[in-house]
């Protein structure tokens, strides 16, 4: 994410409109992507990104620069995404087995796995974690944020960031064991 | 195998991470030397892991999600305006300059009025009280005679 200036973030709290839309600039692709991945669906992101930004417009005139606004930013995003993907796991989440049934399997046998390929199989190996563990591998492995930061995002002990690192990465192993063996 | 278990679990998270220090990491690098099902696992989670969430690509964000908020900005100002606008009007009515003069002798006036009321309310009085002092003297079978059945005081009792 992009720094932004006190001085922007003061006239975006004071409703001016281009200020925020400089806020928005900055920090739309970090706020859209951990979204994405975090709900797994595009439509469902747009509406959880465009939720983020409603918060922080309201919010903003309260925001009091203790804290940094980058921290602010991941923590609305995350949590708002994790909320998100907990109310609408049940009805959305494709099973595992569906999703690299015989069919698909079939299809990508004889062909080389393009980039393409590698997307949909990241979003449905991170489909099978839930959204508290998705979250932590989002903001590690995607986002690149460090322990500390994942920590003060997530409110949570960093001791917690490690065992949800650890046991979303023995699932993701375990689930490529299961693909590779699938597919030979 | 101890030892190889607690490698595994620093290699899956702050081992690959860089969040170990430098001792704890040549510890780890000198075990890998001597252990290959550590060097296998270290290998596998590269590859199957940590390699593939990286390589991810960061979509580009839809035009339209701006256009939404700034849709939503404005509706909830268009919703929001009339209100304030009458707050704005109260705000603007209490604390404009112009009206603070009227507002002072308006104050000024009342406490003038109130202050000369008063005066005339006790000069009528004083006038009233003298007016029917002068009635009893000129008039000893009035009321206000001093010869009254009842002197008040015990002192008064002994001496009259």
């Known amino acids: ?184 | 195998m101890k030892k190889c278990d607690h490698v595994k679990d620093l290699i899956l998270t702050d081992y690959i991470d860089g969040q170990v220090d430098k001792n704890i990491a040549g510890e780890i690098e000198n075990h890998l030397l001597d252990c290959n099902d550590c060097r296998v696992f270290l290998k596998e989670v590269k590859s199957s892991v940590i390699f593939p969430l990286s390589q991810i690509q960061r979509l580009p964000v839809p035009a339209e999600l701006w256009d939404r908020i700034k849709q939503n900005i404005e509706d909830e100002n268009q919703a929001v305006s009339p209100l304030l606008e009458f707050f704005n009007k109260l705000k603007g009515l209490l604390l404009f300059p112009r009206m603070v003069p009227v507002f002072a002798s308006f104050i000024l006036m009342f406490v003038a009025g109130s202050v000369t009321l008063n005066t005339i309310q006790m000069q009528q009085a004083q006038a009233k009280d003298q007016g029917e002092y002068l009635v009893s003297l000129l008039n000893p079978t009035s009321t206000a005679s001093l010869d009254s059945s009842d002197p008040g005081t015990p002192i008064e009792h002994y001496f009259l």
């Not at chain 1, 960031?161 to 993701?172: A, D, G, I, M, P």
């Open chain 1, 1 to 184: 994410m992009e720094d932004i200036s006190k001085d922007t973030l003061i006239r975006a709290s004071q409703g001016d409109i281009q200020a925020f839309e400089d806020v928005y600039k900055a920090s739309s692709s970090f706020v859209y992507n951990v979204a994405l991945r975090v709900v797994n669906n595009r439509e469902d992101a747009l509406e959880v990104a465009q939720e983020v930004f409603m918060i922080i417009h309201d919010k903003l005139k309260s925001f009091r620069f203790e804290s940094s606004f980058k921290t602010w930013v991941y923590r609305i995003t995350a949590n708002y995404a994790i909320n998100f993907a907990k109310k609408n796991s049940r009805a959305k989440t494709v099973p595992f087995e569906e999703s690299f049934g015989e069919g698909a399997v079939e299809s990508d046998a004889h062909a080389q796995m393009d980039q393409e390929d590698k997307s949909k199989l990241v979003e449905r190996l991170l489909g099978e974690l839930n959204p508290d563990q998705r979250a932590c591998v989002v903001l590690r492995d995607i986002q690149g944020l460090s322990y500390e930061e994942i920590a003060q995002t997530l409110s949570i002990n960093i001791n917690t960031v490690r065992s949800r690192l650890k046991r979303s990465r023995e699932k993701l192993m375990s689930l490529r064991k299961q693909v590779d063996y699938e597919k030979v």
